[in-house]
């Protein structure tokens, strides 16, 4: 063996030698922190541990995507929160998104007119704080009219001072749900198949109506039509599906924010494609719109991912903005929880543990997407 090889050997050691011994002291730390709260708790009086998750909560809150009650145990009220994170978050990527590729792209452009425009919209949306424009929003929201006097439009869409009311698929929440999932992961298969852009978004497009209307037909009620249409009946709406204030002004501050931030990534990803390439497709006779998703997408999507994937995990933080409106968020849901059972550690622990695991899974996506389409020679 040379002495260069035992040199590195011994290195080797030395930094394994050096990180066990930081494990250790991290594990004498933890426990330390955790007896030495444990001792505190209980001269105080309070006791610890997660027994209460079995108690009746008491008290009521504003949504929620299955059945509830004030009788609900904490362990089922905390699973409804996260459920309405889960929701709310995923939604507002969804369209935060769509909507930051196409403005991401009108900052690209170069008409002035569409690139001003798409300029406007993300130094205003990207400069005011998210908490004021979800306040903002839900402020607004409640002084529109009310039932009678609703906002209309085809007659089937309905806003006014109790949510915003639309057309949907007669069947259950629960139904409704899976559906969703399905689309979802029809996306996921299109990925990992990498299906070209616009035929994958046709493809999905066209799967999701498909599945829409099978399930519709399969498992709505009898005798009932596909859609149920919302309709005014005295003071209420009957039917359709009623979207709550505190959601539209969540999904809506969250979607309008993010998207600009997500407008800036592509704006960047669109950047950095060579511009030969723009030149080799002008040359070849492609209209700008064939050289969009022929050249400039697909090549601008391996630098796009990764900072998208910080963009979307920031849009799963941005869902605690529910808890200055009302919203029943895993936030709002917990604060509550400790108010109401004084258990704070446990319930902070659980809130801490409920974030962590959403937006690791979602980084896992993100690392797998990057993956899936990065260059086989890189």
């Known amino acids: 063996m040379t002495t260069t090889e035992v040199l590195r050997k011994k290195s080797r050691q030395r930094k394994i030698t050096i990180q066990v011994l930081l494990v ?26 997660f027994g209460f998750l079995d108690r009746s909560t008491g008290w009521d809150y504003s949504f929620s995507l299955v059945e509830r009650s004030i009788n609900d145990p904490y362990s089922k009220t905390l699973v409804i929160g996260f459920q309405n994170t889960i929701f709310v978050g995923f939604i507002s990527i969804f369209f935060a998104t769509i909507f930051g590729f196409i403005i991401g792209t009108g900052r690209d452009s170069s008409h002035p007119g569409v690139k001003a425009a798409a300029t406007v919209f993300v130094q205003t949306f990207r400069n005011i704080p998210l908490i004021l424009q979800g306040v903002f929003l839900y402020s607004v929201l409640i002084h529109f009219p009310g039932p009678r006097q609703s906002m209309s439009f085809a007659d089937s869409v309905f806003l006014s001072n109790r949510g915003l009311m639309l057309p949907g698929l007669n ?18 298969l299109l990925v990992w198949r990498k299906v070209p852009l616009l035929r994958g978004l046709i493809i999905w497009i066209a799967a999701a109506i498909s599945m829409s209307v099978i399930v519709a037909f399969v498992m ?12 005014l009946k005295g003071l209420r709406f009957n039917g359709g599906i009623t979207v709550s204030i505190e959601l539209v002004a969540m999904i809506t501050a969250i979607t ?9 990534v592509v ?36 630098s796009i991912i990764p900072p998208l994937g910080n ?6 933080k941005a869902t605690t903005i529910g808890i200055a409106i009302g919203f029943s968020d895993m936030f709002y849901i917990v ?5 109401q059972s004084g258990q ?14 959403v937006n690791f899974s979602i980084s896992i996506f993100t690392n797998w997407l990057n993956n899936r389409l990065k260059l086989k020679a890189h």
Do not use: C, D
């Not at 069947?171 to 996921?188: D, M, N």
């Not at 963009?311 to 799963?316: H, K, L, N, V, Y």
């Open 220 to 231: 709505r009620p009898e005798g009932e039509p596909l859609l149920s249409i919302p309709s």
């Open 311 to 316: 963009q979307w995990i920031f849009i799963m």
């Open 335 to 339: 604060s509550n929880s400790i108010t």
């Open 267 to 302: 704006r960047g990803g669109l950047k950095q494609v060579p511009r030969g390439l723009i030149e080799a497709g002008q040359a070849v006779g492609l209209t700008q719109g064939q050289i969009w998703h022929r050249i400039k997408m697909p090549m601008s999507l391996r």
């Open 256 to 264: 309008l924010y993010g998207s600009a931030y997500i407008a800036e």
């Open 171 to 188: 069947v259950s929440p629960s139904v409704a749900v899976a559906l969703i999932l399905a689309i979802a992961s029809v996306a996921v």
């Open 24 to 49: 250790i002291i991290s594990i004498i730390a933890i426990w330390g922190a955790v007896s030495s709260a444990q001792v505190n708790l209980a001269a105080l009086g309070i006791t610890n541990g």
């Open 344 to 357: 704070t550690l446990e319930l902070i622990f659980l809130l801490m543990a409920a974030f962590l695991t």
